[in-house]
């Protein structure tokens, strides 16, 4: 299994961390900032061990990690929290306002399924209030966190065509992606259709799609593959070489 991460287009274009660059090019900010993710957990959160952290961080620079990330912190791009005498730093996401459609995927199984339990509220003073009359049946499923692990590389491609392209995505993944954040009938944009993975997805899950791609060759792959897919269905191309 391979882990992938995406650092989102925002991150690039972002005036904050550019500012933050700017101001403190010693500090590396942007680099620091994207290389946290290489370090974190399934869940987003990293051990702020700042040796270990220096080794895999810029480890040739001569800079203050700790004060980098202090920097950070500062800017509301991480946040440093303890716990059982540790230190651990959460690495918050980018988001322009909450999404249209979450349409989140609850396959992750419960250990504890079927199992009665007492529903218990957390309170503001962080107590607990446990209401002895009420309580649910554990549901076999839980939703996923916000890292997901796919199989790649060729094993995932559905067809001999598809490995022409030196960078294929699981299927699954682009499916997940899909479904999570769109109804059907929603329109799908993909800035970097490579062999159309996105594309093939949207179609199988009635969805529409928009993509662009920059070679002609990928894109004349794409278009192969697509249409194989959907040789019994109509198929809406608007391709322009
Ligand atoms: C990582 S691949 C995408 C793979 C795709 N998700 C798949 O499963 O096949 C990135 C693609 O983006 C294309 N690309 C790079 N820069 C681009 C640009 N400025 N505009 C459009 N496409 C671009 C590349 O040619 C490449 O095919």
């Known amino acids: 299994m391979s882990r992938i991460r995406n650092v989102k287009p925002e991150f690039y274009a972002h005036e904050e961390l550019q500012d933050m660059e700017m101001e403190h090019p010693e500090l590396h900010p942007m680099l620091v900032f994207s290389a946290l993710w290489t370090q974190c957990e399934w869940s987003g959160v990293f051990h702020w061990s700042i040796r270990k952290l220096k080794l895999a961080i810029l480890p040739f620079l001569n800079y203050d990690l ?19 005498g540790k230190y651990y730093g959460f690495v918050y996401i980018f988001s322009k306002g909450p999404p249209k459609t979450i349409n989140l995927i609850k396959d992750v199984p419960v250990e504890t399924a079927g199992r009665f339990c007492k529903i218990r509220h957390r309170n503001k003073d962080s107590g607990l209030t446990e209401n002895a009359s009420v309580g649910a049946i554990r549901l076999e499923y839980q939703t996923r966190s916000n890292v997901w692990r796919f199989g790649t590389g060729t094993c995932v491609a559905r067809d001999n065509d598809e490995l022409e392209h030196p960078a294929v995505f699981p299927y699954k993944l682009a499916r997940d992606q899909i479904t999570t954040w769109t109804n059907e009938g929603d329109t799908v944009l993909d800035p970097f259709m490579g062999s159309g993975t996105t594309a093939v997805e949207c179609h199988l899950s009635n969805r529409h799609c928009i993509g662009i791609e920059l070679s002609e060759e990928y894109f004349d792959l794409e278009l192969r593959i697509l249409k194989r897919v959907c040789a019994q269905q109509q198929f809406d191309f608007r391709g322009g070489a």
Do not use: C, N, T
């Not at 980098?68 to 912190?73: D, H, K, V």
């Not at 509301?76 to 303890?82: P, T």
């Open 66 to 84: 700790e004060e980098s990330l202090g920097y950070l912190e500062r800017h509301g791009f991480i946040k440093k929290f303890g716990r059982d």
